[in-house]
């Protein structure tokens, strides 16, 4: 079993940061795959970023290459998702993802970004 929790969601200025956790726990959680979604009012929701826990293999969604950047604290138990230069549109609920032969979820983190 994986539990997953978010945090660091808020409200920023567009141009502006933001740094999510997510906190994993589980007997198996480091054999996951992890990763970030996030899902826009009207919207289906949408991958963003992908890591392995050792690091050495990152996947990103298109509209974040260069913007966004997903890593590990292994000592921690935390995936990361360093969020800069931020737009309107990357307003949305972002949810943290455990994947190996099951899914898991956590309950999401509210990241709202004003123009």
């Known amino acids: 079993q994986v539990q997953l929790v978010e945090s660091g969601g808020g409200l920023v200025q567009a141009g502006g940061s933001l740094r999510l956790s997510c906190a994993a726990s589980g007997r198996t959680f480091s054999s996951y795959r992890m990763g970030w979604y996030r899902q826009a009012p009207g919207k289906e929701r949408e991958f963003v970023a992908a890591i392995n826990w050792s690091g050495i293999r990152t996947d990103y969604a298109d509209f974040v290459k260069g913007r966004f950047s997903i890593s590990t604290d292994n000592a921690k138990n935390t995936v990361y998702l360093q969020m800069n230069s931020l737009k309107p549109e990357d307003t949305a609920i972002y949810y943290c993802?455990?994947?190996?032969?099951?899914?898991?979820w956590g309950q999401g983190t509210q990241v709202t970004v004003s123009s």
């Open positions: 993802t455990a994947q190996l032969v099951g899914q898991y």
